[in-house]
């Protein structure tokens, strides 16, 4: 078996389902048509968790393809990287590269085998306008897309568009698809035999996305240097949503100027620490992950203060930004609501809520176990922008989070069509309201 192209794929449960499995079964088929080979019963190509039949040792199935297939292919995506088990896959895989080392960025050096596939358009893992900051640096050197071939323009024109739109697109769609699944296939028939690592129980793996690799490697990791302030790309209309947090707790400032606020929050990245509360860093992510799945771009920013204590400055941002069509959501931070937001506070955010200068979503969270009381601040009949209360629960707040984004898109859709008040879609009025 060590002779053949054996090949782990692994990926996000997230991102699993019918084109996803398809692609990893289309991969396996013509592994085996390419190389001729003819599997003994119960033998397999490729090793993926939804195999391993019900009963049989999960971890022992995953620890003995992850240290003897010849190959580990990665569906890249944003959950990836945050997913504890992905990163044990991977880390027990590279541990068994030879020469692995790390350089002066944090980037892992003398990977072998590691094939990573992107699975999402490029903006998935674009943040700020910032093209891949969105992917974690120990991966920044591996080559994730397929090799290129001189003189052959189809498959030039293949990488572009699966640059361009991700995998799962090409899957979909079939644009492309044969030639960027012959290009993978072609990599992982002629990688090299690997050595069998040792056996691991995958339980007591480490996640290769949190590691300290600096240490195991005993490696001094390099001083953090600001970059300087730089204008970055501009939110794009209909595509994108400036999401404005009114929060008292920490936050990291991302190192650039912006004209749409007065700065923006830097989302945490895996393997990185963060001074931004953990509990707001999380709602950061969800909300992203809402808006990756509507097709939209996500900046978190804030203004000076974070409470407004007067409505004109956040205003006016909201303003801009319903005029130039780009959607413009105000994120309220239970823990600012109440008694405690002070009676300037509460005019200042009342006004804003009730403003009709600008056209976009306001969002109550429940945070660490804080149940939103912005129906207590300002009445439902009082209000010209939607108020969309969300749990805690990662998975319910990015299903909410998701539905509210693409009825902004159909309204906006709607009104640029001419539409009148009565023909555009329901919207959330206020929360607990049912629809």
Same mark, same amino acid.
């Given at each position: 078996?060590?002779d053949?192209?054996?090949?782990?794929?692994?990926?996000a449960?997230?991102?699993?389902g019918?084109i996803l499995?398809?692609?990893?079964?289309d991969?396996e088929?013509?592994?085996?048509?390419? #190389?001729?080979?003819?599997?003994?019963?119960n033998?397999?190509l490729?090793t993926?968790d939804?195999?391993?039949?019900?009963?049989?040792?999960?971890?022992?199935n995953?620890?003995?393809?992850?240290?003897?297939?010849k190959?580990?292919?990665?569906?890249?995506?944003p959950t990836?990287?945050?997913?504890?088990n992905?990163?044990k896959?991977?880390?027990?895989f590279?541990?068994?590269?030879a020469?692995?080392?790390?350089?002066?960025n944090?980037?892992l050096?003398?990977?072998?085998?590691?094939l990573?596939?992107r699975?999402?358009?490029?903006?998935? *893992?674009?943040?700020?306008?910032?093209?891949?900051?969105?992917?974690?640096?120990?991966?920044r050197?591996i080559?994730?897309?397929p090799?290129?071939?001189?003189?052959?323009?189809?498959?030039t024109?293949?990488?572009?568009? *699966?640059?361009?739109?991700?995998?799962?697109?090409?899957?979909?769609?079939?644009?492309?698809?044969?030639?960027?699944?012959?290009a993978f296939?072609e990599?992982?028939r002629d990688?090299?035999?690997?050595p069998?690592?040792s056996?691991?129980r995958?339980?007591?793996?480490?996640?290769?996305?949190?590691?300290?690799?600096?240490g195991?490697?005993?490696v001094?990791?390099?001083?953090?240097?600001?970059?300087?302030?730089v204008?970055?790309r501009q939110?794009t209309?209909?595509?994108?949503?400036?999401a404005?947090?009114?929060?008292?707790?920490?936050v990291?400032?991302?190192p650039?100027?912006?004209?749409?606020a007065?700065?923006?929050?830097?989302?945490p990245?895996?393997g990185?620490?963060?001074q931004?509360?953990?509990?707001?860093?999380?709602?950061?992510?969800?909300?992203?992950k809402a808006?990756?799945?509507?097709?939209f771009?996500?900046?978190?920013?804030?203004?000076e203060?974070?409470?407004?204590?007067?409505?004109?400055?956040?205003? #006016?941002?909201?303003q801009?930004?319903?005029?130039a069509?780009?959607?413009?959501?105000?994120?309220?931070?239970?823990?600012v609501?109440?008694?405690?937001l002070?009676?300037?506070g509460r005019?200042a955010? #009342?006004?804003i809520?009730r403003?009709?200068?600008?056209?976009?979503?306001?969002?109550?969270?429940?945070?660490?176990?804080?149940?939103?009381k912005?129906?207590?601040?300002?009445t439902?009949?009082?209000?010209?922008?939607?108020?969309?209360?969300?749990?805690?629960?990662?998975e319910?707040?990015i299903?909410?989070?998701?539905r509210?984004?693409f009825?902004?898109r159909?309204?906006s859709?709607? #009104?640029t069509?001419?539409?009148?008040e009565?023909?555009r879609?329901?919207?959330?009025?206020g929360?607990?309201?049912?629809?």
């Amino acid at each position: 078996m060590s002779d053949f192209p054996t090949f782990f794929f692994s990926h996000a449960r997230q991102d699993r389902g019918q084109i996803l499995l398809h692609f990893y079964e289309d991969i396996e088929k013509r592994l085996l048509r390419w #190389t001729g080979i003819v599997l003994e019963p119960n033998q397999l190509l490729g090793t993926i968790d939804n195999r391993i039949p019900h009963g049989d040792d999960w971890d022992e199935n995953l620890s003995r393809g992850l240290s003897n297939s010849k190959t580990f292919v990665a569906i890249l995506s944003p959950t990836y990287f945050e997913r504890p088990n992905c990163g044990k896959e991977l880390s027990v895989f590279l541990l068994r590269s030879a020469k692995l080392g790390i350089d002066s960025n944090g980037s892992l050096t003398g990977v072998e085998n590691v094939l990573p596939i992107r699975w999402y358009p490029a903006s998935a *893992y674009r943040r700020y306008g910032s093209p891949d900051d969105a992917i974690p640096e120990i991966l920044r050197l591996i080559e994730d897309g397929p090799a290129a071939q001189p003189g052959n323009r189809e498959r030039t024109r293949a990488i572009e568009k *699966y640059r361009q739109k991700g995998m799962e697109r090409c899957v979909r769609r079939g644009d492309y698809y044969d030639e960027l699944l012959d290009a993978f296939v072609e990599t992982i028939r002629d990688m090299k035999a690997l050595p069998p690592g040792s056996p691991v129980r995958f339980s007591e793996a480490f996640d290769a996305f949190g590691y300290d690799w600096f240490g195991h490697f005993k490696v001094q990791p390099p001083t953090p240097i600001a970059p300087p302030p730089v204008m970055i790309r501009q939110p794009t209309p209909l595509t994108s949503i400036v999401a404005f947090y009114v929060t008292g707790r920490t936050v990291e400032r991302y190192p650039t100027l912006v004209d749409f606020a007065d700065y923006l929050i830097s989302e945490p990245t895996p393997g990185h620490q963060t001074q931004t509360d953990p509990t707001l860093a999380a709602l950061l992510a969800d909300v992203r992950k809402a808006g990756l799945a509507e097709g939209f771009d996500v900046y978190h920013a804030a203004t000076e203060p974070a409470v407004p204590s007067e409505p004109n400055h956040l205003l #006016t941002y909201l303003q801009r930004l319903s005029q130039a069509r780009v959607f413009p959501v105000v994120v309220i931070d239970p823990d600012v609501e109440g008694d405690g937001l002070g009676n300037r506070g509460r005019e200042a955010l #009342t006004e804003i809520l009730r403003s009709s200068k600008w056209t976009g979503l306001v969002v109550s969270p429940t945070l660490d176990g804080n149940v939103p009381k912005i129906a207590e601040l300002i009445t439902a009949s009082e209000m010209k922008t939607p108020i969309l209360a969300v749990p805690e629960n990662s998975e319910a707040r990015i299903a909410e989070l998701s539905r509210a984004f693409f009825r902004l898109r159909v309204l906006s859709a709607s #009104t640029t069509n001419g539409g009148s008040e009565s023909e555009r879609p329901p919207m959330l009025q206020g929360p607990g309201v049912e629809n």
